[in-house]
């Protein structure tokens, strides 16, 4: 009966010394009692991060895409597959350096194409001229201008262990240059009539002080190549350095 009774206390002295022993362990070798039941039959997950500023040197530029294993578990058996959409819509398999990769752990891959780093952020103006005639009629022309600038493409990254699919990203990646056409047209309530309706072209006067110049671009590629003040691109764009 008295052994019975001590029972319950036996447990419990017993939990304390294991878990002071666990404790003394843990700080001994960075590690938990539970950590290799967490490193088998844990979670897994791979965080995906594309490094955003192309490496470049004699061969071309490349692209650099980060892999953590951000989960509980071990991953015994990573492969990744890419597919980056201005290189076609075929999906290509990344060459990576390591198949196992523990809690924490980083590999990555890196693939050649096609950028430019010193792409323009800003398309080349489309000039909006106005004139006058001596009976006080206004006309206007517009020029239409073709100009490369920077631009971004659609990188989709899979990452798995074996055949189960343990992380996924779509990136916008910056540094494409895409041929883009520029023009203007007045439309809508206006006084002005196309410049190509006026009866007599030499008649007409210039009025250089009303040019209008239209451009469009993506200050956000000058952000990440640090053309910009950096204080207003984290106002800007906060997901460039979040």
Known sequence: ????KRTPLYIILTFIVTLIISQFISAITGHTIVDPILEKFGPKNISIEP???????????FIRVNLINSGLG???????????????NSTKKAEIHKKTLKKGEE??????????????????????????DKKGQCYV?????TS?????CKLKVNA??????????????????????????????????????APNKMELTFLPDRTIKISIGDFSVGCIRGDIEKEWCINQYPEIYG
């Open 160 to 197: 798995y262990d074996g055949f189960e699919i343990i992380g996924n990203l779509t990136y916008w990646y910056p540094f494409v240059e895409n041929n883009i056409t520029l023009s203007s047209k007045l439309t809508g309530d206006n006084d002005c009539s196309p410049y190509e309706e």
């Open 148 to 152: 490369n600038i920077c631009s971004y």
């Open 107 to 132: 590999d990555f891959f890196e693939f050649k194409t096609d950028l430019n780093i010193n792409c323009s952020i800003i398309s080349d103006p489309s000039i909006i001229n106005f004139y006058w």
């Open 1 to 4: 009966m008295e052994n019975k």
């Open 74 to 88: 071990r991953i015994d058996n990573l492969n990744t597959e890419y597919n980056f959409r201005c290189q076609g």
């Open 141 to 145: 022309s517009s020029d239409k201008k």
């Open 51 to 61: 490094v955003n500023f192309p490496l470049t040197n004699n061969d071309g530029t």
